[in-house]
């Protein structure tokens, strides 16, 4: 069974650096790019990066850039987002999520249960 | 950015009612448009994938079509496990979602 599972959330002070993990397995986590998305309270879906399956390419939302690094550790099967100078605008839930490229059009499949990332003083 | 605009925002309905939900998209995004279905305090589960393939697992009674700039989302008898906020995300260029329908019971 696929499965995706974050941690390193919590509360941070405006200014404040804080590093989220996704743990993958079920599925060869090498071979897929992954994508973290975060959802602000009573939000929509925000998508906030990409990284590609070797993790030489790496992409960002204009709001992040700058700000947050994606990386990943392919011999761990680990995903992380190192944030930092957090605003309260970044509060938020955090999902790493999937890329599927079967075909032309990429899909998140599946999300992981995600992390909450409280920015308050 | 493509701007990705969802109708409703929020709809109340019954069980076994027929629903469409709308997202537009401010410039063709040929099919790269995907649908996810959001129930609270979950994580989001893919329903429709390149606008009009359903996702392993997901009931027949949910549909996708659409092409370019419009597309929709049809549940055609709502199911009590339905209700939930649906966004539709696409992946032509840097991805966007939908602002998202809260689908409650009527």
């Known amino acids: 069974e696929v499965q995706l599972l974050e941690s390193g959330g919590g509360l941070v002070q405006p200014g404040g650096s804080l590093r989220l993990s996704c743990a993958a397995s079920?599925?060869?986590?090498?071979?897929?790019?992954m994508n973290w998305v975060r959802q602000g309270p009573g939000k929509g879906l925000e998508w906030v990066s990409l990284?590609?399956?070797?993790?030489?390419?790496?992409y960002y939302a204009e709001s992040v850039k700058g700000r947050f690094t994606v990386s990943r550790d392919n011999s761990k099967n680990m995903l992380y987002l190192q944030m930092s100078s957090l605003r309260a605008e970044d509060t938020a839930v955090y999902y790493c999520?999937?890329?599927?490229?079967?075909?032309?059009?990429?899909?998140?499949?599946?999300w992981g249960q995600g992390t909450l990332v409280t920015v308050s003083s | 950015d493509i701007q990705m605009t969802q109708s409703p925002s929020s709809l109340s309905a019954s069980v076994g009612d027929r629903v469409t939900i709308t997202c537009r998209a401010s410039?063709?995004?040929?099919?790269?448009l995907n649908w996810y279905q959001q129930k609270p305090g979950k994580a989001p589960s893919l329903l429709i994938y390149?606008?009009?393939s359903l996702q392993s697992g997901v009931p027949s009674r949910f549909s996708g079509s659409g092409s370019g700039t419009d597309f929709t989302l049809t549940i055609s008898s709502l199911q009590p496990e339905d209700f939930a906020s649906y966004y539709c995300?696409?992946?032509?260029?840097?991805?966007?979602f939908g602002q998202g329908t809260r689908l409650e019971i009527k």
């Open positions: 990284i590609s399956d070797t993790g030489d390419n790496t």
């Open positions: 079920g599925f060869t986590f090498s071979s897929y790019a």
């Open positions: 995300q696409q992946t032509y260029s840097t991805i966007t």
């Open positions: 999520a999937k890329d599927v490229r079967v075909t032309a059009v990429p899909w998140f499949d599946p």
């Open positions: 410039q063709s995004i040929r099919t790269y």
């Open positions: 390149a606008a009009s």
